[in-house]
């Protein structure tokens, strides 16, 4: 039972990546995802959030109109189109995911029923 991530890298202000998360072990269905990151010396914080079951998303209001969470029933997989990058994305971006067993903002906000994390990919983005 695992999350893995993939998709980080460098990149320079204005570009963007695609992070997948893919389940293996158990399926995304029925399942809130999401994505949090956390810069060097910060604290982690939520990024954005999808309910698989009817795909309502969240996004940290910082994120908006930038990134786009989706979700890959088939491939079993959640991704993270990061576009319009900045240097201040530059973090570890990790995924996880949990049963909502709590509020849709609590689980996108503050990681609280993410049973489920992958390990980090590392965003790197600067000239």
């Known amino acids: 039972v695992q999350l893995v991530v993939s998709g980080g890298g460098l990149v320079q202000p204005g570009g963007s990546l695609r992070l997948s998360c893919a389940a293996s072990?158990?399926?995304?269905?029925?399942?809130?995802i999401g994505w949090f990151r956390q810069a060097p010396g910060k604290g982690r914080e939520g990024v954005s959030c999808i309910n698989s079951s009817d795909g309502y998303a969240y996004y940290a209001d910082s994120l908006k109109g930038r990134f786009t969470i989706s979700s890959d029933h088939a491939k079993n997989t959640v991704y993270l189109q990061m576009n319009s990058l900045k240097p201040e994305d530059t973090a570890v971006y990790y995924c996880?995911?949990?049963?909502?067993?709590?509020?849709?903002?609590?689980?996108?906000?503050?990681?609280?029923?993410?049973?489920?994390w992958g390990e980090g990919t590392l965003v790197t983005v600067s000239s």
């Open positions: 072990g158990f399926t995304l269905d029925s399942k809130i």
């Open positions: 996880a995911a949990g049963f909502p067993s709590t509020t849709f903002q609590r689980m996108c906000l503050e990681s609280i029923g993410m049973d489920f």
